[in-house]
């Protein structure tokens, strides 16, 4: 080793017990009064800090001494302390000089020690030697080191095709938007693979200074999950395509349908149900479903029809529910226009117009375009809210409302009305049940009639009591269960909002009174801002 550390000894003299001050070399460390009170303390003596500080400044960096007792001790022979690490992997010996006629320290004596410590694995015999040969006091040695434990790292899965759902379509130079070329679904041959697993990787094992195995931690081994259409390969690491079709993946779980084609969806199909995709080359016409466990693409328009997708609805000429039409999606929503219709999506929603409709997103709603304009009935969205016009000239009222997940604010607010509706009819039950009751209790005889009335007030009313309690509990129950922290979403118009249009972030609203051109609305603590694109 090079420098040594300041370090100290016990000296006797005829008047009593000194301690003996080395100063460290020029890249030593300084000397530690916590360190020296420990040591002499072992020995039943104390020290005087401000004497040993005083004595050290005097010294001008020689060696010096200071009296710590008038007694005389006898000698003390060379002397270590052994530390080791919480994990038990590094035994630390730290060591001290005999006093001026004590005997010196023994490599045996360590050797022993660690020995009857325990201490079997890792032992550095060239460290220990290394003190003994040029002896650095005060300074610490790691005499014993276990093996590490060498972490391994979980298996994950690669998927060969696009998983992300939230490509948005492609504008147009001329201000349309190409609702014909999306290219949201991934292809897929037989035989292809879909899926490669890359096995975990489990570690290896540790030992500690007491020979003792340590385990890496546990690692996660993920498996294929996907449906019909799909085989694993003979070694389990690749996910294969058994058909020609196309390839999504949702909720964690692989799945190659192949699709369900018809020119209209009218009385020559009737409802039309399919475990996979379903392409219409024309209309959906008014009152009639169509339901997907993948894709639905509709290349002319839906009219007042119900529509439910676990991937894409993808209209090319748009939607006109009529007040009837439904559009639910597992995914996103991309519709030429929206008007007069529900639409629900677990993804965004994208349209050159939305009118006069109710339209949830779980992402974003952005309407652009020659168009772009949302104009009458609500639009929720968890993100933002985009458009180049919102409301319209003649102040059509148009709620906006972003930064809370709409579906959880619609059950949350169905749940409530059920348990006030029981309320309710609770409270209609009530005072006539008190009236049969108080006659009863007074003796007066009541008619047959009016004592099954009494009787079925009662159940009524037993039932209701346990509905209210049991619809507040499972209100309770959900609102702790769902995530309802707020995220910093926001209204950007690009033209113009006009008065009539309300906007709600998270739970702060406005209404404008006046046009808001090229603006951003975000929110300020409990306002809602108005600032500039």
């Known amino acids: 080793?090079?420098?040594?550390?300041?370090?100290?000894?016990?000296?006797?003299?005829?008047?009593?017990?000194?301690?003996?001050?080395?100063?460290?070399?020029?890249?030593?460390?300084?000397?530690?009064?916590?360190?020296?009170?420990?040591?002499?303390?072992?020995?039943?003596?104390?020290?005087?800090?401000v004497a040993v500080a005083k004595a050290i400044q005097?010294?001008?960096?020689?060696?010096?001494?200071?009296?710590?007792?008038?007694r005389?001790?006898?000698?003390?022979?060379?002397?270590?302390?052994?530390?080791?690490?919480?994990?038990?992997?590094?035994?630390?010996?730290?060591?001290?000089?005999?006093?001026?006629?004590?005997?010196?320290?023994?490599?045996?004596?360590?050797?022993?020690?660690?020995?009857?410590?325990?201490?079997?694995f890792g032992i550095k015999n060239d460290v220990i030697d290394s003190f003994f040969k040029d002896k650095h006091y005060c300074t610490d040695y790691v005499i014993a080191q276990g093996k590490p434990v060498r972490q391994g790292s979980?298996?994950?899965?690669?998927?060969?095709?696009?998983?992300?759902?939230n490509l948005k379509p492609k504008l147009n130079d001329d201000g349309t938007v190409d609702f014909f070329n999306l290219d949201l679904i991934s292809p897929c041959k037989e035989g292809q693979v879909v899926a490669k697993l890359v096995p975990a990787d489990h570690g290896d094992e540790g030992v500690d200074i007491y020979g003792a195995y340590v385990s890496p931690r546990d690692v996660e081994e993920p498996k294929f999950s996907f449906g019909r259409n799909l085989k694993i390969s003979e070694n389990g690491l690749e996910l294969i395509s058994e058909i020609n079709g196309n390839v999504m993946l949702v909720d964690s779980k692989v799945f190659v349908s192949n699709v369900y084609e018809v020119n209209d969806v009218d009385t020559s199909t009737g409802n039309i149900e399919y475990d996979?995709?379903?392409?219409?080359?024309?209309?959906?016409?008014?009152?009639?479903s169509v339901s997907a466990t993948g894709n639905i693409e509709v290349k002319g328009v839906v009219e007042g029809a119900y529509v439910k997708a676990g991937g894409d609805i993808i209209i090319a000429r748009g939607m006109n529910g009529m007040g009837k039409g439904k559009l639910i999606s597992g995914r996103n929503i991309v519709s030429k226009f929206i008007e007069n219709s529900s639409a629900q999506a677990d993804g965004y929603v994208h349209a050159e117009a939305i009118l006069h409709?109710?339209?949830?997103?779980?992402?974003?709603?952005?309407?652009?375009?020659?168009?772009?304009?949302?104009?009458?009935?609500?639009?929720?969205?968890?993100?933002?809210?985009?458009?180049?016009?919102?409301?319209?000239?003649?102040?059509?009222?148009?709620?906006?409302?972003?930064?809370?997940?709409?579906?959880?604010?619609?059950?949350?607010?169905?749940m409530q009305q059920q348990i006030a509706e029981n309320n309710k009819k609770l409270?209609?039950?009530?005072?006539?049940?008190?009236?049969?009751?108080?006659r009863m209790k007074k003796g007066d005889k009541l008619t047959p009639d009016q004592l099954r009335t009494i009787r079925q007030l009662s159940e009524d009313y037993k039932n209701l009591t346990d509905e209210i309690n049991k619809g507040m509990d499972e209100y309770d129950?959900?609102?702790?269960?769902?995530?309802?922290?707020?995220?910093?979403?926001?209204?950007?118009?690009?033209?113009?909002?006009?008065?009539?249009?309300?906007?709600?972030?998270?739970?702060?609203?406005?209404?404008?009174?006046?046009?808001?051109?090229?603006?951003?609305?975000?929110?300020?603590?409990?306002?809602?801002?108005?600032?500039?694109?």
Request: charged share 25%; with cysteine.
């Open 154 to 165: 979980d298996g994950v899965i690669e998927y060969m095709f696009n998983t992300n759902p």
């Open 357 to 414: 409709s109710d339209v949830i997103s779980k992402s974003d709603v952005v309407v652009t375009g020659k168009k772009g304009f949302i104009t009458g009935g609500c639009v929720r969205a968890l993100g933002n809210v985009e458009a180049k016009i919102i409301g319209s000239t003649m102040g059509v009222d148009t709620d906006i409302q972003v930064g809370a997940d709409p579906t959880i604010k619609l059950k949350a607010a169905s």
């Open 58 to 70: 005097g010294s001008n960096g020689e060696r010096c001494t200071v009296k710590i007792d008038s």
């Open 276 to 288: 996979g995709d379903i392409h219409v080359a024309g209309n959906v016409n008014a009152g009639f």
């Open 427 to 438: 409270d209609q039950i009530k005072p006539v049940l008190v009236t049969l009751t108080m």
């Open 72 to 120: 005389t001790g006898r000698e003390y022979a060379g002397s270590y302390i052994l530390d080791v690490s919480d994990d038990k992997m590094t035994c630390t010996a730290r060591f001290y000089p005999p006093s001026e006629g004590g005997a010196e320290l023994e490599k045996d004596e360590v050797i022993k020690d660690l020995k009857f410590k325990k201490v079997s």
């Open 477 to 533: 129950k959900y609102m702790s269960s769902v995530d309802i922290s707020e995220t910093e979403s926001v209204v950007k118009v690009s033209d113009c909002a006009y008065p009539g249009t309300k906007i709600t972030i998270s739970e702060v609203n406005m209404q404008l009174k006046a046009p808001a051109q090229h603006a951003r609305f975000v929110k300020d603590g409990a306002d809602i801002r108005i600032k500039a694109l």
């Open 1 to 49: 080793m090079g420098g040594y550390n300041a370090y100290f000894r016990l000296l006797n003299k005829d008047d009593g017990t000194y301690l003996e001050l080395i100063p460290p070399s020029e890249d030593g460390k300084a000397l530690s009064f916590d360190e020296l009170q420990t040591y002499v303390q072992r020995h039943g003596f104390l020290v005087d800090k």
